[in-house]
Structures are given as C-alpha cells and as structure tokens.
C-alpha cells in the first residue's frame, strides 16, 4: 500500500546523534498516528494528531519531540536516544469521523540505537 | 481501562484446512473491533471490522471474523488457509468515543501454513 508513506526505512544512528523520521500520508486523512513496534510486545501508541494538533502524547520520553506541520506530514524528531529505543516505528493515518474507521499505516522505519 | 488477549502466540495449519486466529477483548461498553495482518519488513494491513450489526464480518482475502458479545471474543477465521497467509496477525479494539483515539492491539499471533 502507497497510501502511507515513511522514510527512510532504515535508520541505525549513535546515542548522541540527532535524527528525523518522515511519514507523508496521500489519503486525505486528518488524523495521523506514530506506534512503536517492539519484538514480543503490542504495539505501543506514542502520539495522536488530529487536525494538525497533538491530542495525545502517552508518557512518551522527551527524547522523542513529534511535528505535525499539516495534515498530510508527520515527523518524529530524535535525540539521545537509549539502546532500547531500538525498534520499529509505525505511522498510520485516519479520518476521524467517528472511531470505527481503520488506520492505514506506513511500512515502517526499522531503527538501531548504537 | 481496555485491553485484548491473543492467547496463541503462534499457530501452525496445513494448506487447504481451516484456519482461525483467536481474540478476547475487555472492554466496557460496546466496542469497535478490528483485524489486522502483517508481512515480513512491511507495516500493518487492515483485514476487516466490527462496528455493529451482524456478528459475522466479511473481510479482505476471504478472511471472516466472528463477534461473540457473550464469550467477549471476536476469533478471525478462513476457510481455506494458503501459503501466502503466513503472516503476524493482530487484534485490535477501540471504544467508540468521539475524541478516543487509543487503538489497544494485542500482542499478535503468527500463523504459518504449511505446504
């Protein structure tokens, strides 16, 4: 699926290092959605956007510093991250008519922490 | 608070047989449930809901899952299993508040099918 999409696909990056990750969504969705997939874990819900504004942030540590410039654009925005940051992160939109409608989500960027 | 148990962490069937995935939800109040699949380095794939209505949901791939409000459990089924369904399947539930967007997967199960 093209619908979402999310660069890069990679990412292995050092402690110290300041990274971006970018998803873009061509579904005209007004909600968009950044997880973390970890092995033997349920997906971890970090941050929502709806309309452009953040309408919920899961006690996500401030290393992670999310952007949501329009409706269409997403970043996650890293720095000092730990060794257990290591994961992959999912984005996913939505159109936010009402709760049963499904997130579409991106193939992910698998990223190492050195 | 909600939550969603995958009780099988894997499961293994012979092509051509019948398949299903199990999920029990809790949750108060009347929930939105859904299936998802995922392959190997891709993201998660939307397979079917359930909103309301009748309790068997007819999805993607000739997937169908069954809503049991009683036995709170909404099991993905298939009659059928190919190859090409091996994946890692995910659960899902979400209560149908305006402004909730908390989507509680479960942990996942995967299925292979053996040739």
């Known amino acids: 699926e093209t619908g979402v999409t999310q660069t890069p696909r990679h990412l292995v990056m050092g402690m110290t290092n300041k990274k971006s990750l970018k998803c873009e969504q061509h579904?005209?969705?007004?909600?968009m959605y950044w997880y973390k997939q970890s092995a033997k874990k349920p997906l971890e819900l970090m941050f929502v956007y709806s309309l452009e504004e953040r309408v919920e942030n899961n006690s996500v540590p401030s290393r992670f510093s999310p952007e949501c410039p329009n409706s269409s654009h997403l970043f996650l925005h890293l720095h000092t991250l730990q060794p257990e940051d290591s994961a992959l992160y999912l984005c996913?939109?939505?159109?936010?008519?009402?709760?049963?409608?499904?997130?579409?989500f991106g193939d992910g960027t698998r990223l190492s922490i050195l | 608070a909600q939550s969603v148990a995958q009780p099988e962490d894997q499961v293994n069937v012979a092509e051509g047989n019948p398949l299903t995935v199990k999920c029990t939800y809790s949750v108060s109040g009347n929930p939105y449930l859904f299936w998802y699949v995922q392959y190997p380095n891709r993201g998660l794939q939307f397979l079917l809901k359930?909103?309301?209505?009748?309790?068997l949901v007819k999805g993607s791939y000739g997937f169908e899952a069954e809503f049991n409000k009683s036995q709170t459990s909404f099991h993905l089924k298939k009659p059928s299993a190919l190859v090409s369904d091996s994946a890692l399947y995910f659960c899902a539930v979400r209560l149908p508040d305006r402004g909730s967007y908390q989507l509680t997967f479960g942990k996942g199960t995967k299925l292979s099918v053996i040739p």
């Open positions: 996913a939109s939505s159109q936010e008519e009402g709760s049963n409608q499904p997130q579409h």
């Open positions: 359930y909103i309301t209505g009748d309790n």
């Open positions: 579904l005209g969705h007004n909600a």
